[in-house]
């Protein structure tokens, strides 16, 4: 009859479309790629600025760094503090967020944004956060100070 579906179509495309049959997207991050995403402090603060602002300078993130982990105001970080971190976010953290598509980073304006698996990985962090390094979470979330340079 025209207008009438027919019943056994329906089952078949209710079953299919449950959630026990539907394999995860090829999108969703692994969840080892997670914990490694989140696996030293300083990616984690990397990435709980980026709930907070969604783009970074890789200088600014260093300052902020710096300050958090010597617990000084950002505009007390010296150079060399900040270069030290620097470094270490330029050579090892950015990359491995960047390959796991946490973070997306343009070379030229040395520019940092949220990328693909951010979300995810956000989302971790915001569920484990409060119990591993709530303290971390409050400063980086902060405004940076306005007496910076």
Do not use: C
Not at 71 to 84: F, G, L, N, Y
Not at 110 to 126: D, F, G, K, N, S
């Amino acid at each position: 009859m025209a207008g009438e579906s027919d019943p056994n179509e329906e089952a078949a495309s209710d079953v299919s479309a449950s959630p026990e049959n539907q394999l995860p997207p090829p999108e969703v991050l692994e969840i080892e790629a997670v914990y490694q995403a989140l696996g030293h402090p300083r990616r984690r603060y990397l990435s709980y600025t980026l709930l907070e602002d969604t783009m970074w300078s890789l200088t600014d993130l260093a300052t902020k760094i710096a300050a958090w982990e010597n617990d000084i105001p950002e505009h007390e970080v010296t150079e060399s503090q900040r270069e030290a971190v620097y470094v270490s976010l330029y050579h090892a953290h950015v990359p491995k967020l960047v390959d796991e598509g946490v973070i997306t980073f343009d070379e030229a304006t040395e520019m940092i944004t949220a990328a693909e698996h951010a979300e995810q990985v956000m989302t971790a962090l915001e569920g484990i956060g409060t119990s591993l390094d709530a303290d971390q979470e409050v400063h980086s979330r902060s405004d940076m100070d306005d007496e910076a340079n």
